[in-house]
């Protein structure tokens, strides 16, 4: 394979930067959102250029798999031979050819065969050619049929589905055959575009209304009462009531979270891994702004963006602190030097809120690099963190005081599995159902442990675990 890093970028267009944007996917750990929005900025001035770049990313990360199946009968050599720049080049051009109607064949040809040119002096050689001839065979061959379900089901559900086997064969294991390929179609849809409206600042109902009037097509929420799904027709930073503060885009399996802590105002709050602070500053809301909610996360660049979002939603109860939730004494200190030490140094707080870094499987959607970068044993080293941070945590929490626990995942490794230890470690923390805490239309998403688990749910929401423990009365 090749050793390049980076595609030349001349003159920017959609195609250059989605190509420099998926190269980097491989190679950095950033979620593909913040390396998109960086690498847009030289055609923030197009819409049209920056959708069709947007759409070539996530398009190809959805699809790689299937992609990749289609291609291979025309490549002379196995597709992870080729340079890293080359197979990603094939397959967004793939992408154009096999899904999106509105590129002309030739198009889509004849500006990655231009590409390849473009990064001669990257690649070290000419393979305008080689892309030529790839791109013209997989015109040419009928689409093959679909790998048998009966003969080989995870290979079936795979290829269909862009789903890495070894994923496949976990769902299939653990969901059966049909609720698999629920999951795994689940994880190449578009997902909506869902708002969580700030009410601090306006009605559901109102704000609502003035995105309707100003000609988008909005939807309340089926299940939580405070989120719009909208149909966006530019970027969410030209929506009305954005520089204002009157919303947070956020899905709403995420709404849910917040409320599940029975947050009152005046609380201190500990938010163990806020960044980029969707959770927070609902919490915030809910309090009415009035109490203390400590966002501490181990990222300090993207706790810049908890900042940035309060000071976008008016709200001045949030307090960063930057530090590794498991050392308890280290991101006080830090706290306690850089913010209002007199509420920091509170050590107890009343409700925790461990939102924890998980896999992310339930959020493929939303983060299709992720699929490509996991394996299982990835799980296995979540759960230690995440008891690790449980575990540390349990002392800041004063007696009686609520801990939600929550990922983007339901693997039982970081989901059942993560409480179960933690509570045979912990006589003092017992387990409560989320019932009283959850609307109507969610009640059918609790398991029998009274957790909430949204896989497969009938509302289009992304996949998300919690569970609620209280804290023995001294
Ligand atoms: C699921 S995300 C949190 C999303 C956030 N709660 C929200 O609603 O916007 C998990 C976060 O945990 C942070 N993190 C990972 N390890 C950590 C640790 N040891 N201590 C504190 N934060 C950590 C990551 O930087 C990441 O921002």
Redesign the pocket.
């Known amino acids: 394979m090749g050793t390049e890093t980076r595609p030349s970028v001349r003159k920017p267009s959609a195609r250059s930067i989605a190509l420099a944007v998926l190269v980097e996917s491989v190679q950095s750990a950033d979620p593909i959102d913040g390396l998109l929005e960086r690498a847009c900025a030289p055609i923030s001035h197009d819409p049209r250029e920056r959708a069709l770049a947007v759409e070539l990313v996530y398009g190809v990360l959805r699809h790689q798999g299937t992609i990749d199946w289609r291609l291979q009968p025309v490549l002379d050599k196995p597709m992870r031979k080729l340079p890293r720049l080359i197979q990603m080049l094939l397959r967004m051009a793939a992408h154009q050819l096999l899904s999106l109607d509105r590129i002309p064949h030739s198009a889509a040809v004849n500006e990655s065969v231009q590409l390849a040119k473009i990064n001669v002096p990257v690649l070290g050689r000419d393979w305008s050619g080689f892309v030529n001839a790839v791109l013209r065979a997989l015109l040419r061959n009928p689409e093959p049929s679909w790998p048998s379900a009966k003969d080989d089901s995870i290979r079936s559900l795979s290829v269909r589905y862009s789903v890495p086997e070894w994923l496949t064969c976990r769902w299939v294991d653990r969901l059966g055959a049909d609720e698999a390929e629920a999951a795994c179609a689940h994880s190449v849809t578009v997902p909506p575009v869902t708002l969580r409206v700030n009410r601090l600042k306006a009605t559901r109902d109102d704000f609502l209304e003035r995105l309707r009037q100003s000609g988008i097509s909005a939807s309340p929420t089926r299940v939580s009462p405070v989120g719009i799904t909208i149909e966006p027709r530019g970027p969410i930073t030209s929506l009305p009531g954005f520089s204002e503060g009157c919303f947070y885009v956020e899905d709403e399996a995420?709404q849910l979270i917040p409320p599940l802590l029975g947050v009152n105002s005046g609380e201190a709050i500990l938010?163990?891994?806020?960044?980029?602070?969707?959770?927070?500053t609902h919490i915030a809301e809910l309090i009415g702004d009035r109490g203390t909610i400590l966002a501490?996360?181990?990222?300090g660049a993207?706790l810049d963006l908890v900042a940035a979002n309060c000071t976008r939603l008016g709200l001045r109860s949030v307090v960063a602190i930057t530090?590794?939730?498991?050392y308890r004494d280290e991101w006080q200190r830090t706290a306690t030097h850089s913010h209002d030490p007199s509420e920091v140094r509170k050590t107890l707080v009343d409700r925790v809120l461990v939102?924890?870094?998980?896999s992310g499987l339930g959020v493929l959607r939303r983060h299709p690099e992720a699929k490509w970068r996991k394996d299982g044993a990835a799980l296995a080293r979540h759960q230690k963190?995440q008891l690790e941070?449980l575990d540390a945590l349990s002392a800041s929490l004063r007696p009686g005081g609520v801990l939600v626990y929550s990922t983007?995942s339901v693997e039982p490794e970081e989901t059942h599995a993560v409480i179960e230890r933690f509570l045979n470690a912990h006589a003092d923390f017992r387990r409560e159902s989320l019932a009283p805490w959850l609307p109507n239309e969610a009640q059918n998403l609790l398991t029998g442990h009274g957790d909430l688990t949204t896989e497969n749910n009938r509302y289009g929401m992304d996949v998300f675990y919690a569970s609620r423990l209280r804290k023995r009365d001294s």
């Open positions: 995420a938010d163990a891994c806020a960044a980029p602070g969707g959770k927070a501490v996360d181990k990222k993207r530090g590794d939730a498991r939102d924890a870094p998980c963190l941070i983007c």
